[in-house]
């Protein structure tokens, strides 16, 4: 994990003995993240500026809006980048709190490298609990698991 002291940045990189294509599923296909995200489905067009949402489980049913967002840019297999927002039940001031969350998948022979960058608004209570939580959290062990054929 890589922290920038000039903001509230962290930088995850994880090698997986899997191809692009199968990171991305599971990072950016309902399956994928219904395995990695506790049962949420992500729901997008996928084209920039359209919106993300991601839906499951919850106070409200099964298909409870946990986060919702807005697609910086898509390019399959990869990169995936947009601006993640807490769902209105999770925040009140959701609409000015945010992190922008880029995936970037390399080719590294027969692996992939997964680096996840996530960029908390000024305020942002996610940042320190990511900075704490992220590097021993199963968020990217999900994500080698979907990918290896492990979940």
Not at 14 to 36: F, K, N
Not at 92 to 107: A, F, G, I, R, W
Request: glycine residues 8%.
């Amino acid at each position: 994990m890589a922290v920038n002291p000039s903001s509230s940045s962290l930088t995850y990189e994880v090698l997986i003995a899997a191809p692009p294509e199968r990171v991305w599923a599971a990072i950016a296909t309902s399956e994928g993240t219904r395995a990695t995200l506790f049962g949420s489905s992500i729901e997008s067009t996928f084209e920039p500026g359209a919106r993300v949402e991601f839906r499951g489980p919850g106070p409200d049913g099964d298909r409870t809006l946990h986060v919702y967002g807005f697609v910086k840019s898509y390019e399959p297999n990869r990169e995936f980048s947009y601006e993640q927002h807490p769902a209105p039940a999770y925040n009140e001031q959701h609409e000015s709190v945010y992190c922008d969350m880029t995936y970037q998948l390399t080719p590294v022979g027969d692996r992939t490298k997964l680096e996840l960058t996530c960029s908390w608004s000024e305020g942002n209570p996610g940042y320190e609990h990511a900075k704490q939580e992220y590097p021993a959290s199963s968020y990217m062990d999900a994500i080698r698991n979907f990918a290896e054929g492990v979940a």
